[in-house]
């Protein structure tokens, strides 16, 4: 793996969620090959054990833990593992996280709705929790059980994942967006709660990635772009996607405490300019 940054992470501990998905698996595997000792978690526990034994044949160590991080006990019995296992947690990524097709309307606008398709009135309010939950909740509760090791430790740092959505929301997103800006929210809450305990908190927001959760969004079957896709890229100045190993150096700059001493309460966006882009 080549890494943009060459940081030593040797003797850490890093505990990431979401480590199945796309994103945070490269995440994981960035700092295994930077030295770290790293847990990874995920409901998918096919995904984290596939990465895992990869690393591990490679001669890294990693080891790859199913949790469900809405569940607290879950949780707690992973924590105890990973004590075990690696020891005490010095750097959490929270990438758990993702949006529900019952909390998306099928149009942008809703004089566009039409009879039969699922409308903003039609949004399943039982898929909106579920959608705040697993990115809030599915924040919250992973810090709150491994930031404890930081605090005892008295130093640390917990990357969250943020979201373009959080800075201007999308289109028929709503719940996710909404989900996302309380993550920035949340991050500099965080950044200020532990400003003296020695743990830094941050965040990332990545632009838009295609992923197996977003190509039907992105391309039709034939591979050609979907008119949402080309609209994404005419609002991005540098006209293309982001890739998932461009939020690699961002994520070993900000959790590196020689680094980043200083840096804590940001959400950092990495997203080709869409941010910047007023659309004029």
């Not at 030295?35 to 044949?57: I, R, Y």
């Not at 005490?88 to 990438?95: A, M, R, S, T």
């Not at 599915?138 to 990357?159: S, Y």
Request: glycine share 10%; charged share 20%; net charge negative.
């Amino acid at each position: 793996m080549n890494l943009p940054l060459n940081i030593d992470f040797s003797g850490k501990v890093v505990v990431v969620t979401g480590a199945g998905g796309l994103i945070c698996g490269a995440m994981a595997k960035a700092f295994a090959v930077s030295g770290a000792k790293v847990a990874a978690l995920d409901l998918n526990e096919e995904a984290v054990k596939k990465l895992a034994d990869e690393l591990k044949a490679e001669g890294y160590v990693c080891k790859g833990y199913k949790v469900n991080v809405l569940d607290a006990e879950e949780l707690e019995k992973v924590h105890e593992a990973v004590l075990r296992d690696l020891g005490k947690c010095d750097i959490l990524v929270n990438g758990a996280g993702g949006n529900n097709p019952r909390a998306t309307t099928d149009n942008e606008y809703q004089h566009e709705a039409k009879e039969g398709g699922k409308s903003f009135f039609d949004l399943d309010a039982a898929g909106v929790d579920f959608v705040f939950k697993l990115n809030f909740q599915g924040t919250l509760i992973p810090t709150q059980i491994f930031a404890k090791d930081m605090v005892e430790g008295k130093k640390g740092c917990i990357l969250n994942i943020s979201s373009m959505n959080a800075y201007t929301p999308l289109t028929k997103i709503p719940a996710y967006s909404a989900a996302k800006a309380g993550i920035s929210n949340f991050t500099q809450w965080l950044a200020t709660h532990f400003a003296g305990t020695g743990i830094r908190c941050n965040a990332i927001a990545p632009g838009f990635l295609v992923s197996a959760q977003n190509k039907s969004l992105l391309f039709n079957e034939d591979g050609t772009p979907t008119a949402r896709s080309a609209k994404i890229l005419r609002g991005t100045p540098m006209d293309r996607f982001v890739d998932a190993d461009e939020l690699l150096g961002a994520t070993l700059f900000l959790c590196d405490e020689r680094s980043a001493s200083a840096i804590t309460g940001v959400v950092l966006p990495i997203d080709c300019g869409f941010a910047a882009y007023s659309g004029v």
